[in-house]
């Protein structure tokens, strides 16, 4: 292969997109710190407003992002190489997501193997125990707090188990999907990627289920102490990705009964499919540590 | 060490002449939209610079407050807030920023690709940075004033003890650590995807491989920074008791988690300046870099080791000691890579055909400096002293070595060294040489007296102390007025470079620079490698 035909990497031109994506994360950033103040001190302001413009920016920023770069790969622009990039980018997002919940089970095990046992006086720290709250009980899941704040902790049999089953279930359908993809098969390509939005969506219910039954009659609050913070910042984090994931793979399914993709091109596709498979090996743990354990 | 066959520089003129469909676009779209790496690597300078001297401004306070004892000119609080938003600024808005633009810049033409792999993106990561730090500033000028509490913003001082501009903080960090970890994935992904054929791994130029190891870290930890101030948001406004003992959760617990994200980011402002020093310290010495294959193994051995390091910064906090142990050597451990890397520059330069240019000067200063702020973190490492450092102005005296001296220096030398490249224009030496010269005596005035103060116990982040400490703190004073008024000749320097003002260079600029950059015209063209050169 001489020079003069080497595959040309494509660079695109001036786009107007990130930039209106810049102006649409200072509005939500500017408008969730002021909103956040608002509605826990009970203060009046724009907060609210400048937060949804700032997600409506947003919502329009994507849209119009990626119906460019849609065009552009169904116009024969780009180059394997640049799917390379593409499907690295989207495993290295993926990693920084994986770091982010890190950061989360590792809050749920310092509090567990660490500060929780510390305040019970395990180890050296009899005297913390003693001077600060004697009657304080070292047991996990940790139904009353020190300063005597008391919840019930959720089981995991029941709905947890029914969520995890219809997640795994989930993944299983979404790699369906795929493979029917790259068979060519699409009508099965259709009928799985349906089925996995659709168990998203029932994931997603049995949820909100959850947390009415936590909120009204369990007493569980994200104010509960460490136990009812881990529980729902690690299971509210979850059930974000899975509703970005579930939207992902919803607006998949309208480009695939559109026509897009073919068994060799469909970044998209899998990328939404990655991220799908991720969020459910992130529920398993979490259902095994906060849960089970 | 990598050659182009020059029928391939050819090729790059003919594309530069025309037959691509877009020119340099005029006016401020041109800024706005654009997908240029080398637009945006000037762009991110720039607003580093800007932010340099915001940042720097805010440390003029400080140095005025603390030049004579007693409280003079500001009160403790607005104090807090210069402390606080000089150190987030210097490390969110200068020091990261200003290496993202060398990456910009340098990786593309340094491993033959047109430009960043994800060019789009690339343009959201910088646009996202001006607009989380006026967020950051302008709750300076809010009730209650911006955040107080340390850069590092302990809990209960972030949550408990703070003002309610906390949320304006958290989620400008938030947006800021999007735009780093958008950075970071495209570094990478450029270095993993767009190498020019036959630039083997063990090819690249250090610059490159040193970034390739940052921007790992910062995907790596940039998150676990959003975690943290997620928690301190959760338990500022809604209720949860994550960093509060009552609730069954743990101030130290936010130690944990801020410097297991914050030793890391210690080397992600450290190892692009490692990288730097590797591309200069040969080019003046006119020999190969000693130890190629050592110095990548050391950059990845410090990269690693960092992960299992943070809790050196809390040995104060009452840690059990076989934790203590543990640390306190895995910590000193760090000092073996570090030390091939000196070593390998020093073997660099043995039996060197050395001239001293302004980027050289600044890297030597680097190594000499660097060194003796790597020696005081020796010192910090070991436990039963650092009862008596923590928390005092020898801490403050080790990382403005590293970080001023070291960070900073290095950026400098990196623009010395490649602004021909960009302008294709020499600066104005004579100038360059006055920046360098009251920047290293005044730098060392400024800090060098900082340890005396803090080995005899004057605490950090206090806008008064004893009398004692007077004599000093005047020196310090001075020695940091200097120095700020230094980079203002560096500020001329730098407008009458983009003014085009200066003697044309040659493509290679320096004698004795190599590699793939050195090749393509001076000033290097809008568009490089649109067909990729083949490297032998």
Known sequence: ?293 | MTTTTSEHQHDDHSHDDGHHEHHIPKGIKRWLYTTNHKDIGTLYLWFAFIMFLIGGAMAMVIRAELFQPGLQIVDPNFFNQMTTVHGLIMVFGAVMPAFTGLANWLVPMMIGAPDMALPRMNNWSFWILPFAFLILLSSLFMEGGGPAFGWTFYAPLSTTYSNDTTALFVFSVHIMGASSIMGAINVIVTIFNMRAPGMTWMKMPLFVWTWLITAFLLIAVMPVLAGAVTMVLTDKFFGTSFFDAAGGGDPVMFQHIFWFFGHPEVYIMILPAFGIISQIVPTFSRKPLFGYASMVYATTSIALLSFIVWAHHMFTTGMPVAAEMFFMLATMLISVPTGVKVFNWVATMWRGSISYEVPMLFALAFIVLFTIGGLSGLMLAIVPVDFQYHDTYFVVAHFHYVLVTGAIFSIMAAVYYWLPKWTGKMFDITLAKWHFWCSLVSVNVLFFPMHFVGLAGMPRRIPDYALQFADFNKWISLGGFAFGLSQLIFLALLIKACRKKGEPVSAQVWEGAEGLEWEIPSPAPYHTFETPPVVK
């Open chain 1, 1 to 293: 292969m001489s020079q003069k035909e080497y595959e040309k990497y494509y660079v695109p031109a001036q786009s107007p997109w990130p930039f209106m994506g810049a102006c649409a994360l200072f509005l939500i950033a500017f408008g969730a710190g002021n909103f956040v103040v608002e509605i826990t001190r009970g203060k009046e302001g724009y907060g609210g407003m400048i937060l949804l413009l700032g997600l409506v920016t947003l919502v329009i920023m994507l849209f119009g992002w990626f119906r460019n770069q849609i065009h552009e790969s169904m116009s024969g622009m780009y180059s394997a190489q640049l799917g390379r990039s593409y499907r690295q980018g989207m495993a290295w997002f993926i990693f920084s997501e994986v770091m982010f919940f890190a950061a989360f089970f590792g809050a749920l095990f310092y509090a567990r193997v660490i500060s929780v046992p510390w305040l019970g006086g395990s180890s050296n720290n009899q005297m913390t125990n003693e001077v600060l709250w004697p009657t304080f009980q070292a047991i996990w899941p940790l139904i009353e707090t020190p300063a005597g704040g008391k919840t019930e902790a959720m089981g995991w049999y029941g709905l947890p188990l029914l969520n995890t089953v219809i997640l795994l279930v989930s993944s299983v359908t979404c790699h369906m999907a795929h493979v029917a993809l790259e068979a060519n098969k699409r009508k099965a390509l259709k009928g799985w990627l349906a089925l996995t939005v659709l168990l998203g969506a029932v994931f997603l219910f049995f949820q909100v289920e959850e947390y009415v039954h936590a909120y009204t009659e369990m007493g569980l609050t994200l104010q509960s102490g460490i136990y009812g913070n881990t529980f729902f910042m690690l299971t509210g984090f979850h059930g974000f990705h899975v509703t970005l994931g579930t939207l992902i793979l919803l607006i998949m399914l309208f480009r695939v009964l559109k026509g897009h993709f073919t068994p060799e091109n469909h970044f998209a596709f899998q990328a939404g499919s990655w991220y799908w498979h991720f969020v459910d090996v992130v529920w398993v743990i979490l259902f095994f540590f906060v849960y089970i354990l």
